[in-house]
Antibody, heavy 123, light 107 residues
Framework: EVQLVESGGGLVQPGGSLRLSCAAS????????MSWVRQAPGKGLEWVSA????????YYADSVKGRFIISRDNSKKSMYLQMNSLRAEDTAVYYC????????????????WGQGTLVTDSS | DIQMTQSPSTLSASVGDRVTITCRAS??????LAWYQQKPGKAPKLLIY???SLESGVPLRFSGSGSGTEFTLTISSLQPDDFATYYC?????????FGQGTRLEIK
């Protein structure tokens, strides 16, 4: 059974940093692109970042480029999101999501999601 | 970035109704479109990928169609479990974008 479990969320001051983790199980982790998707309170879904199976390719939304860093450790079946220079508008539930990999595609869609971890601006 | 626009934003319907949600892309995305269902406090669930392919385990009353810039999600006969928010998502590139969501509520 595929499981994705996020951790690391919490209260953070504007300008602060936070590191989110996603622990994966139940599938060959290194074979799949993984992503972070966030959802501000009462709002829609926003893709944040993605990382290739090897970790050699990383992709970011313009809203976080230069502030967030995505990484993965395939030996630990884990993905991370280092969030720096946090802003009020970064307040959201952050989901870890797995690429479905159903067919070769120019981008990714998500067949499994974690339960999410909440990042809240302390101001 | 490609903008995804869903309509309507809110849809009121009854059990047994046939409903359709539309998603329009600001430029052609071929058939690189997915649909998700999200219930309050839960993670989204993949329903449809590549515009019309049904994800494993998803009931056959859900179907998707379209290509280019216009897409639809149809629920053939609404069930009580279907009242939720639905999102489209384009994956024509790694600059992924979602629609703003359509809330399907009980009439």
């Amino acid at each position: 059974e595929v499981q994705l479990v996020e951790s690391g969320g919490g209260l953070v001051q504007p300008g602060g940093s936070l590191r989110l983790s996603c622990a994966a199980s139940g599938f060959p982790f290194s074979d799949y692109v993984m992503s972070w998707v966030r959802q501000a309170p009462g709002k829609g879904l926003e893709w944040v970042s993605a990382i290739s199976g090897s970790g050699g390719g990383t992709y970011y939304a313009d809203s976080v480029k230069g502030r967030f860093i995505i990484s993965r450790d395939n030996s630990k079946k884990s993905m991370y999101l280092q969030m720096n220079s946090l802003r009020a508008e970064d307040t959201a539930v952050y989901y870890c999501a797995k690429d479905s990999g159903r067919i070769p595609a120019p981008g990714i869609n998500f067949d499994y999601w974690g339960q999410g971890t909440l990042v809240t601006d302390s101001s | 970035d490609i903008q995804m626009t869903q309509s309507p934003s809110t849809l009121s319907a009854s059990v047994g109704d046939r409903v359709t949600i539309t998603c329009r892309a600001s430029q052609s995305i071929s058939t690189w479109l997915a649909w998700y269902q999200q219930k309050p406090g839960k993670a989204p669930k993949l329903l449809i990928y590549k515009a019309s392919s049904l994800e494993s385990g998803v009931p056959l009353r859900f179907s998707g169609s379209g290509s280019g810039t216009e897409f639809t999600l149809t629920i053939s006969s609404l069930q009580p479990d279907d009242f939720a928010t639905y999102y489209c998502q384009q994956y024509n590139s790694y600059r992924i974008t979602f629609g703003q969501g359509t809330r399907l509520e009980i009439k």
